[in-house]
């Protein structure tokens, strides 16, 4: 590819319409173009490519956090509160308090909806009991540590189940 | 930390846990890991739970024990092993743990009565008015954070058993 304009600017010189010095000054001219040109198109090229990964990890992120049903890591108040006292954070932040005889209080984290009690067993790194909302009251959900971390479930049993075809309602 | 969690709907769901993986490491250092990995967390239906006996419970936790002092006697474990059981009130699950037993106090973080049948538990947990959650009415609103009293009131009933 780069011999093109050296033999286009040869045949100008041996043409005589220009000195042989003038010749290749114009053919050095037009090769640092080119090589310019390829240089900048490649580094575009590259930049997008590490654009598009660095999306996909944003992504793979993004859908990590929301499946996570714990609280927000990037909410700063919450990251510093962690450090201090977690259930004092989530009394402070609570927009509904609830007394149970039988269970004691129960705090709903603004943010989240979700409804935090102290856990009265307090097994094995077990500090809250974590409930969401449903028509007829506070249903739990999953087991916290002291910063507030979800201890996670691992559900077993009848996943994978078979349903006979006969058994789905087909919706249109 | 992960835990095992099962919905029972007949009897027979509870097999599953019969043929589970546990770890048992004799080392302190890693109870934690122990507590984690064969912690089993059941909770029933409304509609299911007169579907079982706490007979049928009962028979079933001791067909467990026994498999377990099976299996680890195949496998060569020589640690003592604690076995023990309680019914989370709060959640409406019966939870089951076994852990190297070094003699010490169970890992609770509450004032524990060790009993040594498991039928309280069982018939506690089948009886539960909370397995569909804790109700409204069970609830009343407050305007300001009231402090709680420390646990000091709460004792929790522990069925446990000594195996290995």
């Known amino acids: ?172 | 930390m992960c835990i095992n969690m099962l919905t029972i709907h007949d009897i027979d769901d509870l097999n599953i846990i019969l043929d589970s993986s546990f770890l048992i490491t004799g080392d302190r250092a890693r109870q934690n890991e122990e507590i984690a990995e064969n912690m089993w967390v059941i909770s029933i239906n409304e509609e299911d739970r007169e579907k079982i006996l706490p007979n049928q419970l009962v028979d079933f936790l001791f067909v467990l024990i026994n498999k377990r002092i099976d299996q680890m006697s195949k496998g060569g474990t020589i640690y003592p092993v604690v076995f023990y059981m309680w019914f989370d009130e709060m959640a409406a699950q019966l939870r089951l743990n076994m852990i190297s037993d070094f003699g010490k106090q169970l890992p609770f973080g509450c004032n524990i009565e060790i009993i040594d049948s498991p039928e309280p538990i069982i018939k506690d947990f089948l009886a539960s008015d909370y397995h569909q959650g804790i109700s409204w009415d069970e609830l009343s609103e407050m305007d300001d954070v009231v402090d709680e009293d420390d646990n000091l009131l709460f004792v929790l009933k522990v069925f446990v058993a000594r195996i290995a």
């Open chain 1, 1 to 172: 590819m780069l011999c093109r304009p050296l033999v286009a600017v040869g045949a100008i010189a041996t043409a005589g319409c220009l000195p042989v010095g003038s010749a290749f000054m114009v053919a050095e001219f037009i090769v640092t173009g080119i090589m310019a040109g390829i240089s900048f198109y490649l580094a575009h090229r590259l930049s997008k490519k590490n654009k598009q990964q660095v999306n996909l990890l944003q992504q793979d992120w993004n859908v990590n956090n929301v499946l996570s049903s714990g609280p927000d890591p990037e909410d700063d108040d919450y990251n510093q509160q962690k450090k201090n006292d977690f259930f004092e954070f989530i009394k402070l932040r609570a927009d509904k308090k609830a007394l149970s005889k039988r269970f004691g209080n129960f705090y709903r984290d603004s943010k989240t909806k979700l409804w935090w009690s102290k856990d009265r067993a307090n097994h094995g790194g077990s500090k809250f009991k974590v409930f969401k909302e449903t028509a007829k009251g506070l249903q739990w959900i999953f087991d916290a540590d002291a910063a507030g971390n979800q201890i996670i479930g691992k559900h077993k049993g009848a996943i994978g189940l078979f349903i006979a075809y006969k058994d789905l309602v087909i919706c249109v």
